[in-house]
């Protein structure tokens, strides 16, 4: 092809391991370098000899020529060779003679490449989507919805296939995938990133998703910004969980002082300690950037904080101390004075004045 771009023949198929994308990627790249010869045309999906005797059983594989065609036979025949050679070349060694002597179509060759690496178009398969999972350790977004994209277009049902479901419909022509569920395998990509992230994705993206302009449209934006979102949706959460702290502390503590000090002598369930509240979250983690499920595992001053030194440690401990002999202190000073109140005084001192 003088002035063009040489296209090279891509490497030999190895034995085993071979993913339904990267097949489909060998077979592109071959079917690329094969359409660099005119000739070769013929022999593929619908050209004049799409399909030819095995050579196990005829040598020459084509026996006339087409009678559209008014070329010369002998060359048919040897073009045709080479065509078949060279697709046996790029496949593993294993698997030479099988395509040079029993192929009868570039179809055969391909369905028997997708048998040999099980990768066939059976339900079951389709099933295997789900076990995609996102580790952010090992992938980004944006190669995690490539990934997840690939999966979908390895399923898609080819020429040929027929949908029992739908009263036995023959595909006329290859699935393709419409712009609604480009739109949806985002959205699922989303989902499985984090179930969090449509709704925040909806607040953020949802406004600008007018006149013409779809999901898709902002994809590199929103993937490439993941994290980000992420980062706010933890801050979102922990902010709240801090509110609503703060909203029992003022209920279950600054409420009950304002009933009054002579609580502790009525009310019997004084001295329980209150269940702790499930929405556990330390701050000083937070700020220290710990973990998330360290940071949530419990309360700021608790003793177990990683991020308290052992000196803090010690100096919480001797003012739980202090606090619980005050409180002592004060429940029996509130005791004394309500016995007083009600007449019940000391029996020491009733006892000996009335002797």
Not at 65 to 84: A, S, V
Not at 87 to 113: F, P
Not at 145 to 153: E, V
Not at 226 to 252: C, R
Request: hydrophobic content about 30%.
């Amino acid at each position: 092809m003088p002035g063009g771009i040489k296209i090279s023949k891509p490497e030999r198929l190895p034995k085993d391991n071979v993913s339904e994308a990267d097949l489909y990627a060998w077979w592109n790249e071959l079917m690329n370098y094969l359409n660099q010869h005119d000739n070769f045309k013929l022999y593929k999906e619908k050209g004049m000899y799409s399909t030819w005797q095995p050579a196990e059983s005829e040598e020459d594989r084509i026996l006339s020529l087409n009678k559209d065609d008014k070329g010369d036979l002998d060359m048919r025949q040897r073009d045709l060779n080479n065509f078949i050679t060279i697709i046996a070349g790029c496949c593993n060694r294993d698997h030479y003679m099988m395509v040079i002597k029993q192929s009868t179509s570039l179809k055969w060759i391909w369905e028997e490449l997708t048998i040999i690496y099980h990768h066939q178009h059976k339900g079951k398969e389709f099933l295997s989507i789900s076990d995609l999972q996102y580790n952010p350790s090992e992938q980004s977004p944006l190669s995690f919805y490539n990934s997840y994209r690939a999966k979908i277009l390895e399923n898609l049902k080819p020429q040929g296939t027929t949908i029992k479901w739908k009263n036995n419909l023959l595909l006329a022509k290859a699935e393709t995938i419409s712009p609604t569920f480009e739109d949806h395998i985002l959205l699922t990509t989303l989902l499985i990133i984090d179930k969090r992230l449509p709704n925040k994705v909806k607040e953020l993206y949802g406004p600008r998703l007018e006149q013409g302009i779809f999901l898709m449209d902002l994809k590199i934006d929103i993937l490439s910004n993941v994290s980000k979102i992420l980062d706010d949706i933890e801050e979102e959460s922990n902010n709240a969980a801090i509110k609503v702290k703060e909203n029992d502390y003022q209920v279950n503590f600054m409420g009950s002082r304002g009933r009054g000090r002579n609580r502790g002598r009525f009310n019997s369930n004084f001295s329980r300690p209150k269940p702790q509240s499930q929405n556990k979250f330390c701050r000083l983690c937070h700020l220290q950037r710990q973990q998330r499920n360290v940071v949530l595992s419990h309360e700021i001053g608790d003793l177990e904080c990683p991020s308290l030194s052992d000196r803090d440690k010690e100096g919480i401990k001797a003012k739980y101390l202090v606090s619980a002999a005050v409180q002592v202190e004060e429940e029996e000073d509130e005791l004394e004075k309500m016995a007083n109140l009600h007449g019940y005084g000391n029996q020491d001192e009733t006892d000996s004045q009335e002797d």
